[in-house]
């Protein structure tokens, strides 16, 4: 959504273990792969990965893209990644590396000054998509069936249409997730209600619904999404110019995703959620929070935090401003 390209960041102070590298870019995109692997994204053209846990991070220059945020990053080992950039016309772009980020190659460059891309997912290494606010109407859907060779816009006649001053907040790469074999979902806000799409066929058609997170004005709404299995989900978000404020920000489905209901024990603004293994775990500008249900949360720290990430051992990253780049234990106690 266009309106987070002027979101005020609050600076944090981390120790120098959690920096990849000396830098004040703001990372949004994050990928853990392992305990020992994790790709970081962000501003001024930033992508940075690690190989050993965090201990050293390097940073891989992305050609002519100097200038760009890349607010998503997708990785495939400590090889493969694809990094998305967002912004009006040709700055939302699709890089791909296959070498480590020794080299990269520019696979979709926006043509349409209406487009606008928030995030991108895959099912696997060779099957994605990518989401961009509605064009015409309509929110656009990219797609590729043969790891990026080819992108392609899937066709609008299966699309709900958008509401007025409806878009996906760029926030944190998981305003779009990719589930299961086929499915896919994405969520809303800046409008009257903060919805979520549903798509069974990789989309090419969609159904939406609205949601009971707090909504009505442009700076609010979904953030996230995140589903453990195909039965139980949860959204986040909130308003992100009231950040400590609690209420309507966080929903639960127990049925995938037929209904959606309020978590009672409210959450203050939280911009990203992701399953790990054996918790759920939520981050903000205000901090993060654990829950082993979705319903019972516990605040494990305060720093400001823009994204996480689960590895498929549990090990969770966490991403946020002037470089904090963090790996948490898969100890739900820490």
Known sequence: MRSLIVLALIALATPAQERPFPTDADFRGLAAVSDQIAWASGTK???????????????????????????????????????????????????????????????????DPD???????????????????????????????DGGATWSVRPTDKMPAALEGEGAFAASGTCLIATGERDAWFVTGGAKWARVFHSTDRGRSWTVSETPVAAGVASAGAFSIA???????????????????????????????????????ALPFRSCVVWAKDRWVAVGTSGRHDS??????????????????????????????????????????R
């Open 115 to 145: 487009a606008f891309y928030d995030a991108i997912a895959f099912w696997d290494e060779t099957h994605g998509l990518a989401l961009s606010d509605p064009v015409k109407g309509k929110y656009r859907i990219l797609a590729t069936d």
């Open 45 to 111: 053209g930033t992508v940075a990965r690690t190989v050993d846990g965090g201990k050293t991070w390097k940073r891989l220059p992305v050609p002519g893209a100097e200038a760009l945020d890349f607010r998503d990053v997708e990785a495939f080992g400590e090889s493969t990644a694809y990094a998305l950039s967002i912004g009006p016309g040709e700055s939302s772009r699709i890089y791909k590396t296959v070498d480590g980020g020794k080299t990269w190659k520019l696979q979709f460059r926006n043509a």
């Open 227 to 265: 589903f453990r299995n195909d039965r139980h989900g949860i959204i986040v978000g909130g308003d992100y110019k009231t950040p400590n404020e609690s209420g309507a920000t966080a929903v639960i489905t127990t049925d995938g995703g037929r209904t959606w209901t309020v978590v009672r024990d």
């Open 292 to 333: 082993p249900d979705g319903l019972k949360w516990t605040a494990r720290d305060d720093g400001n935090g823009n994204a996480a990430s689960a590895a498929k051992d549990g090990t969770v990253w966490l991403a946020g401003p002037k470089g904090r780049v963090e790996r948490i234990s898969s100890n739900p106690g």
